[in-house]
């Protein structure tokens, strides 16, 4: 999906690569795996993972257009159809998210 928004992520994670603070590598009791980031002087969590467990963690989305919207009911019954649609063909799906944290 992200190639078709025109990102590459491997020049993302050139650009990114020593901002990276902190790794928690993925386990299978967790199922997702998160890296903290520093960007200027703010901290960020980014995690990947089994979307069942984490979509009940998000309140928002970031929509194709870059706008923060909340994540309502319509949209998750939308994200769900797909998860299982794609379940279905067999396919593996994660979900990428984040969240500003504090220093500490």
């Known amino acids: 999906m992200i190639y078709k928004w025109g990102f590459d992520f491997r020049d993302i994670r050139k650009k990114f690569a020593d901002h990276i603070v902190a790794t928690v590598p993925f386990s299978s009791t967790r199922k997702r795996m998160s890296c903290i980031v520093q960007i200027d002087n703010k901290f960020y ?57 504090s220093e500490k």
């Not at 299982?84 to 944290?101: H, M, V």
């Open 45 to 101: 969590i980014y995690s990947k993972g089994a979307p069942d467990l984490l979509l009940p963690e998000c309140s928002k989305y970031v929509a194709k257009n870059g706008e923060l919207k909340n994540i309502d009911v319509d949209y998750k019954s939308l994200l769900q159809f797909n998860l299982n649609q794609f379940a279905a063909g067999s396919l593996r799906t994660l979900l990428i998210c984040y969240k500003e944290i």
